[in-house]
């Protein structure tokens, strides 16, 4: 079936440190989502984007598409420990669903 | 508030029972979906609906089972047949299942199976 993969599975950082996550996948995606799900929650939409090369922040968060439509990223600037969670890619192409990535843990230590 | 609602929270059951997970949604969305979320899965395809009385499978689809007899409402049935069903179950809407339509979780429910 069709695959997102998504690095680093895990990451620790210092508090102010950045951090990114990345997502990769064989397909030409139509577009890709990203989530965010805080320890014990559910995944909470944060983006999307839909242009080849496309960027969007918000605040200290930077997303990229990659010219190809094949991967993408997300950047922290800066990490707080509200930042603490996993990050999730969900890409969308031919088929009527999204396909989520494995999610990348985030810790931030004080 | 709108929203969408998963119950119960936690689910405990024996091996060989079928169990049905609740999932209702007030935000007059189309689409439903049913998600399992395993550690270092990410999350999995079970089902999905885009119109009431309509649903197709997911990746994940065997071992499991799905109405939609009304729009607010997506219940899942685990049965018997599922290999493995202790997971994180999650419910999410969209307002028209397309690749346009940002998911909207519930809360989860965490079902064990002993």
């Known amino acids: 079936g069709q695959q997102v993969m998504q690095i680093p599975q895990y990451q620790h950082v210092q508090e102010g440190e950045d951090f990114t996550t990345y997502c990769n996948s064989s397909t030409t995606l139509s577009n890709i989502q990203w989530y965010k799900q805080r320890p014990g929650g559910h995944p909470v939409f944060l983006i999307q984007l839909v242009k080849s090369g496309e960027v969007k922040k918000q605040k200290r968060l930077t997303f990229q598409f990659g010219e190809a439509k094949k991967n993408s990223s997300l950047h922290i600037t800066a990490t707080q420990t509200t930042d603490v969670g996993t990050y999730f890619c969900?890409?969308?192409?031919?088929?009527?669903?999204?396909?989520f990535g494995t999610g990348t843990s985030l810790t931030v230590i004080p | 508030d709108g929203g969408i609602t998963q119950s119960p929270k936690y689910l405990f059951r024996k091996e060989g029972q079928n169990v049905t997970l609740s999932c209702e949604q007030n935000?007059?969305?189309?689409?439903m979906y049913w998600y399992r979320q395993d550690p270092g899965q990410g999350l999995r395809l079970i089902y999905y609906?885009?119109?009431?009385?309509?649903?197709q499978k997911g990746d994940i689809a065997e071992g499991y089972s799905v109405s939609r007899e009304k729009k607010e409402s997506f219940p899942l049935t685990v049965t018997s047949a599922q290999k493995n069903p202790t997971a994180f179950y999650l419910c999410?809407?969209?307002?028209?299942?397309?690749?346009?339509?940002?998911?909207?979780f519930g809360n989860g429910t965490r079902l064990t199976v002993t």
């Open positions: 969900a890409g969308w192409w031919a088929g009527n669903q999204f396909y």
């Open positions: 999410a809407s969209s307002t028209s299942g397309g690749a346009d339509s940002p998911l909207h």
């Open positions: 935000l007059n969305h189309d689409a």
């Open positions: 609906s885009q119109i009431v009385n309509d649903f």
